[in-house]
Nanobody
């Protein structure tokens, strides 16, 4: 399974951060599969943001749930993270990964900076 992330690397405060993960070598609708977003900062370490299941149901980190949305496009085998009302504290390296909790497969990781 290969995961490829895409999206802007710079977002302004109060705007919405958007990241898309394109999956190859496995369908995001495969029964019982889950597809996750995580991020890493020097201060907090690795933080789980949320995931979307093959069924389409989603689960979010309680500390981020009010600002987080994970959706998917099954025709493109992609899933997308949207994090709204960002602040500089959301600056991090963002990853898509699967399957939880072992995360055997990772995207390349992309630095996203929140700055005006």
């Amino acid at each position: 399974v290969q995961l490829q992330e895409s999206g802007p690397g710079l977002v302004k405060p109060s705007q919405t951060l958007s990241r898309t993960c394109t999956v190859a070598g496995g369908a995001i609708t495969t029964s019982r599969s889950s597809w996750s977003w995580l991020r890493q900062t020097p201060g907090k370490g690795l933080e789980w943001i949320g995931y979307i299941r093959a069924s389409g149901s989603t689960y979010y980190n309680p500390s981020l749930t009010s600002r987080t949305s994970i959706s998917r496009d099954t025709s493109k085998n992609q899933f997308t993270l949207q994090l709204s009302s960002v602040t500089p504290e959301d600056t991090a390296v963002y990853y898509c990964a699967t399957p939880p909790p072992e995360y055997l497969y990772w995207g390349q990781g992309t630095q996203v900076t929140v700055s005006s």
